[in-house]
């Protein structure tokens, strides 16, 4: 089992630019997939990034494409989402997710493993 937890949130303003960090314990992140999701106030969660176990393959939601992307260091156990441009549609709680399957997905019911969140709010 792996645990995983989210930092890098916090408030920024449009425009702007954030880093969310997702470090790993308890098992070696390369045995999987990582996604990135967020989930805003009344609304569900949605996809945001994913990327394979090796970081040749990503994924990212049109509406972040362009200004997001997804990475990962497997030495240092840890995904990264790099924000920018950032707009008030990017408010939202950040979730980093784990998968056990071969192949990236952009469905939450696929992934294993979640962290707790991270808030990232973007004033207009």
């Known amino acids: 089992q792996v645990q995983l937890v989210e930092s890098g949130g916090g408030l920024v303003q449009a425009g702007g630019s954030l880093r969310l960090s997702c470090a790993a314990s308890g098992r070696t992140l390369r045995s999987y997939v990582m996604g990135w999701f967020r989930q805003a106030p009344g609304k569900k969660r949605e996809f945001v990034a994913a990327i394979s176990r090796g970081g040749s393959t990503t994924s990212h939601a049109d509406s972040v494409k362009g200004r997001f992307t997804i990475s990962r260091d497997n030495a240092k156990n840890t995904v990264y989402l790099q924000m920018n441009i950032m707009n008030s549609e990017d408010t939202a709680v950040y979730y980093c997710?784990?998968?056990?399957?071969?192949?990236?997905?952009?469905?939450?019911?696929?992934?294993?493993?979640w962290g707790q969140g991270t808030q990232v709010t973007v004033s207009s």
């Open positions: 997710a784990a998968a056990t399957r071969v192949a990236v997905s952009t469905t939450p019911e696929h992934y294993d493993y």
